[in-house]
């Protein structure tokens, strides 16, 4: 096992156990593991929108099509007064059907739609019927709202190929020039009249050399202000700022343009312009929401910081006058906050409107804000739509979408803490014990490291971790150790800075303090240990197998190994800027220092190596010069999967079997097998 291999889909389901279903506190008749497939064959929740009248919530409802090799997404609706037995499947097309936004009417909704090949805005209504064509742009339509009087509709969308440039393509080709990009890859906002709830032709409104990324309207739906950058380029995102522009034929006008880039996520008539923004260049500050006032002569103020005393990343859910509604993570959970207003201000702390018994997610709310719509889940339960009113926390569900997990076989999920070696900080992780565990049973254990590094494990419904089937594992006989290192966020904006400067160093000793913990409470066994990861998870695991030979098999996705190349080879190279501080050929040291790669004549873990073949953000290289030393040195077995045409997520779903299957296969050989650690 010691070439690169270009997957198949081989499946290896394992486990036995009973099943505990918090939803119903009942204990099942009978529970069976749970697999790969039924991993697979999990339906899940997003994009919800409550519409206006409260009468209606809308969402997107995603499934796997194997037989395809496709994801598939539907738009289906529930009335708010219903539940599991009266919600309905509005689009049926093979495809994408997405992205639902209530036209203010709530008489019916628009959705995005790939069914004609070339995406556009559709309309549909609640009670069903035949969907219907509500833009014709020449191309693909991106981000789109209505005007709150429902007289016009902004969108998003590239201009098509000049003539010019598609003869230099037909004599030059189509060549991709570092850092820049051709005319049809820039966004441009367009405003189109509705007539009959059909769109007519748009009239662009952003000018040149400006990238618009979001927008919002103007409560008098006379002008709208957007987000926007000076090219399409990644990296011009810390150096975006906010537009007004009350008309196809008037100026784009500057109103705020702050350090790190911002986004307006509302126009409250009220509150004024909303934008989201950290406020600062670079870091790992916390995202706030602020208010910009206009002066008297028009001109923008300084914003005005409406979460400054949240100290999480805000996500707007609704304003008016007198509060302000945002979700934020919380530790291992996630909650809603209610913070009061008063002449356009904060008037007092932050208060949970949820009751943090749960993970309460992807919220929604009524136009005037008597309802809110979200998510609810916890370690033993999937997600769900619940619906209660603002004033009182009174939960109503209104889903089961995955009924089929009643008959599964789970295990019990909580949250550990423990000292880290490396100063004492208190560190959380989420664990997850195997199936049918004893207290003072020691068992295999397994680690999966979010990515980030200001990722973030929660204490939620952890089918999976990515290419890492967390109660698969668990099924298998494994505890699973999810820790949230140094740097994580949820524990604000203290936390997630402490490992700037410093990774590789004591946000790693975070992590194997963690393995310490969990063997010193008597539940890992030290002698079946394995340690896995993406992304800045696949990061550290590289780095802990060149530090200790305590586990038994490792697992690394999309991993960087060498800092130095890193740096040159990522989409995001003000990464290194943040969490490093120096340029490499400022301080070679330090790149060479932090990096696996320094260090990896260490290697003797079997290792396991996954990477999306076109994966910009942690590109194969790193992963290919990582396989490519451990197998040259001979110290190890050592496998590298590269996924064809693949990006940092691995979204094809025959590949994403390949993925967790390989991840079973691999901890079965070299944990749960003590033969097999003979090569």
């Known amino acids: ?164 440039d598609r003869e230099l393509e037909e004599v030059r080709g189509r060549p991709i020039v570092w850092d820049s990009v051709y005319t049809d890859q820039w966004s441009r906002l367009h405003v189109a009249e509705l007539e009959d709830d059909v769109a007519g032709e748009g009239v662009r409104w952003s000018p040149d050399g400006l990238h618009v990324v979001s927008f919002v309207w103007a409560p008098d739906s006379r002008a709208v202000a957007f987000g926007a950058r000076s090219s399409p380029v990644l990296r011009t995102t810390y150096y975006g700022a906010t537009y007004v522009q009350a008309g196809a034929e008037a100026e784009a006008r500057s109103v705020t343009s702050m350090p790190g880039g911002e986004n307006p996520v509302a126009w409250d008539e009220e509150s004024g312009l909303i934008v989201s ?210 740097g994580s966020s949820g524990y604000g904006e203290r936390f997630r800075g402490l490992n700037r400067g410093d990774i590789s160093g004591r946000d790693w000793v975070d992590i194997d303090s963690g393995v310490d913990a969990m063997v010193e409470r008597g539940i890992a066994d030290p002698e079946r240990l394995a340690v896995s990861g993406w992304s800045f998870g696949g990061h550290h695991t590289y780095w802990g197998i060149t530090q200790t030979d305590r586990f038994r098999a490792a697992s690394a996705g999309a991993g960087a190994n060498d800092l130095i190349s890193m740096y040159s080879q990522t989409d995001i190279p003000e990464f290194y800027h943040t969490y490093l501080g120096p340029k490499p050929w400022e301080d070679w040291d330090l790149y060479e220092e932090r990096s696996a790669y320094r260090h990896v004549e260490n290697v003797t873990t079997p290792l396991l190596i996954q990477v999306g073949e076109r994966d910009e953000r942690v590109p194969a290289e790193q992963s290919i010069q990582f396989f490519e030393a451990v197998r040259a040195i001979g110290k190890a077995p050592t496998t590298l999967v590269l996924y064809p045409d693949q990006p940092h997520g691995v979204r094809s779903p025959r590949l994403q079997r390949d993925l967790m299957s390989r991840n079973v296969e691999w901890l079965t050989r070299w944990v749960l097998e003590p033969e097999a650690l003979v090569p």
Do not use: C
């Not at 739509?385 to 089929?404: K, V």
């Not at 789970?410 to 490396?422: D, I, M, Y």
């Open 1 to 164: 096992m010691r070439d690169v291999i270009f997957p198949g889909s081989r499946v290896l389901a394992a486990g036995s156990v009973l099943s505990i279903l918090l939803s119903t506190g009942l204990l099942a008749q009978e529970s069976r593991p749970m697999t790969v497939e039924d991993v697979l064959a999990l339906k899940s929740l997003s994009q919800l929108s409550v519409s206006p009248d409260g009468q209606w919530v809308a969402y997107v409802v995603t499934e796997r099509d194997m037989g395809e090799d496709r994801q598939e997404t539907d738009v289906w609706v529930v009335p708010a007064a219903g539940g599991p037995a009266d919600v309905r499947q509005l689009t049926f097309r093979p495809g994408s059907d997405d992205s639902p936004v209530w036209h203010p009417s709530g008489e019916w909704l628009a959705f995005s739609s790939d069914r004609e090949g070339v995406r556009q805005v559709y309309g549909i209504r609640p009670d069903g019927g035949e969907a219907w064509q509500v833009t014709s742009h020449e191309t693909s339509v991106g981000s789109f709202r209505f005007a709150p009087d429902g007289a016009r509709l902004g969108f998003v969308a590239s201009p098509p190929a000049t003539e010019a």
């Open 277 to 486: 923004g950290t406020g600062q260049l670079l870091g790992t500050y916390n995202r706030q929401l602020w208010r910009v006032p206009f002066g008297a002569d028009g001109g923008a103020l300084d914003p005005v910081s409406l979460t400054a005393d949240l100290d999480a990343n805000a996500n707007l859910v609704h304003i008016d006058g007198a509060r302000l509604i945002v979700s934020a993570a919380r530790r291992t959970g996630a909650t809603v906050y209610r913070i009061p207003l008063a002449d356009g201000a904060a008037a007092g702390a932050p208060g949970d409107l949820t009751d943090g018994r749960r993970y309460y997610s992807g919220a929604s709310a009524s136009a005037d804000g008597s309802l809110l719509a979200f998510t609810a889940e916890d370690g033993m339960t999937p997600p769900d739509i619940f619906i209660t009113p603002m004033d009182a926390f009174r939960p109503e569900r209104l889903t089961e979408l995955n009924p089929q997990v009643a008959d599964l076989a789970l295990g019990e999920q909580g949250v550990e803490s423990w000292p880290s070696r490396a100063g004492g900080e208190e560190i959380e992780g989420v664990l997850t014990l195997p199936v049918g565990y004893e207290e003072g049973d020691r068992v295999p254990m397994v680690l999966v490291i979010h990515g980030g590094p200001s990722g973030i494990s929660s204490d939620r419904f952890n089918a999976t971790r990515g290419a890492y089937p967390v109660q698969v594992y668990a099924g298998m006989g494994f505890a699973v150790l999810q820790p949230n290192y140094r």
